[in-house]
């Protein structure tokens, strides 16, 4: 037989009921609102490794089909990348990757609209700027100095503008604009850090236009003169 509650106890039962009556409903959705937010992380979790797993697979396949030579393997690894896998980092290496195989056996097309993609879709701003480079130098090549341009224009990480800028140079001394050239080289030269292989390859340019990388040292301060 059940022992009567005392007042004290019911009085303290009064309350909980009245508090589950006020707020049971809200405290059942939020208990179920975390646990279907938990379940969705799992899930988001469980998605995202699957498709890192199977963009690591695809790209071992580019990488394959690239040391093999094997330029239509090459070209269907990438189109699947870039359907499937497009905001992946292995995408953008796929398509660096690639893109330097299909240079080495002639394909330049392919290789620059490969280089395009990837200075176009990159998710990091580094592969976007390494893209842009290599592109530019490739439409150098093919002397379509416009398009060449047109690839470095816009912003790029702060370590990759000397890059840029020393290449705008080469792109506009091939087109006989030798005083433009002159400027961007300056501007690479300001860049980059002193004592570098890099800049050291600059002043030889800078002298091939007329500059005397030397006669560009700053002058020393004028002595700070004491007032009484």
Known sequence: MATPLDLEEQEQLDQLKHFWNTYGTLITWVVLLAAGAFVAWNGWQYLQRNKAAQASALYDEVERSAQAGDVPRIERALADMKDKFAGTAYAQQAGLLAARTLHDKGNADASRAALAWVSEHAIDPGYQAVARLRLAAELLDARQYDEALKALGGEVPKQFVALVADR?????????????????????LAAFEPGTDYRRLVEIKLNAVGVDPKSLAPAAAPPVKNTP
């Open 168 to 188: 705008k140079g080469d792109i506009l001394l091939a087109q006989g604009k030798r005083d433009d050239a002159k400027a961007e080289y300056l501007k690479a």
